[in-house]
């Protein structure tokens, strides 16, 4: 079966309330439909959905399965922020697009899968795949790959003395871009690195901080890949 078909059957009742929503209520603006969507989250948590409101988009993950949804809203940003005039980014669409052209270079295994599901109303549904959040285990290889970095770059070798240094400086938890694809190295092939940061190079790709780094059957993806635009 094919992926997107098959995301579809998964995510169908998903898909269901959302449209039930959108519909009933003619929802046509990104804030109708965060509102709608918070005023009527019993409807989600009744079947077991988790919904996350990030600042560009909604997302909805089901108790179980390999996908969830996303949706952009359609004029910009959450709510609560104030986008620049006329400014609309679509981190769906540009996701969706990434993915295909890792695919055709050969490092797709490094990203979630992102595809358009449907049109609802005035948005678009995305189905993306799900993979392990682990803060803990995310936050262990931060923390060794900035340790390392800190010894190389002070010209000093594992001891408890340069742990204490390191644990006294600012260091110890600097997130960059750079950084995480250091601890990607650890994961993926150079080369693999290599034609990752060109294709993201390309896109732009920005805002890889930790919270954009999961798992998906013990190898390292990225997801929320679509960078951030302001």
């Known amino acids: 079966m094919e992926r ?3 995301a579809l059957n998964e995510l169908e009742y998903v898909l269901d309330i959302i449209s039930d929503l959108v519909d009933s209520f003619n929802i046509r603006t990104g804030k109708e ?9 019993y409807m989600f948590c009744d079947k077991g959905i988790t ?12 108790m179980d399965g390999e996908y969830l949804v996303k949706i952009q809203y359609c004029d910009g940003m959450q709510p609560s922020y104030e986008p620049p005039e006329n400014w609309f980014y679509n981190y769906c669409g540009l996701e969706s697009e990434i993915y295909e052209e890792a695919t055709k270079r050969g490092v797709n295994e490094c990203l979630t899968w992102c595809a358009p599901l449907m049109e609802i109303g005035p948005f678009v549904a995305y189905a993306v795949e799900r993979c392990e959040i682990d803060e803990f285990a995310i936050c262990d290889e ?3 790959q900035n340790y390392s970095d800190f010894c190389s770059r002070e010209g000093l070798t594992d001891s408890s003395e340069a ?4 644990a006294n400086s600012e260091d110890w938890y600097e997130v960059t871009d750079e950084l995480m694809m250091s601890v990607a190295r650890h994961h993926w092939e150079d080369e693999t690195i290599d034609a990752l940061e060109e294709l993201f190079d390309e896109y732009d790709v920005n805002d890889l ?3 954009n780094w999961g798992y998906k059957n013990g190898r390292l ?4 890949y679509g960078g951030y635009h302001s």
């Not at 742990?163 to 390191?166: H, L, M, N, Q, T």
């Not at 993806?221 to 929320?224: A, R």
């Open 209 to 211: 901080h930790e919270n």
């Open 142 to 144: 931060i923390d060794s």
């Open 33 to 41: 439909l965060y509102n709608a969507v918070f005023d009527y989250e």
């Open 163 to 166: 742990r204490d240094k390191f």
């Open 4 to 6: 997107r078909e098959e």
């Open 221 to 224: 993806v990225v997801f929320d």
């Open 51 to 62: 919904i996350n409101s990030g600042c560009t988009r909604l997302s909805f993950e089901p």
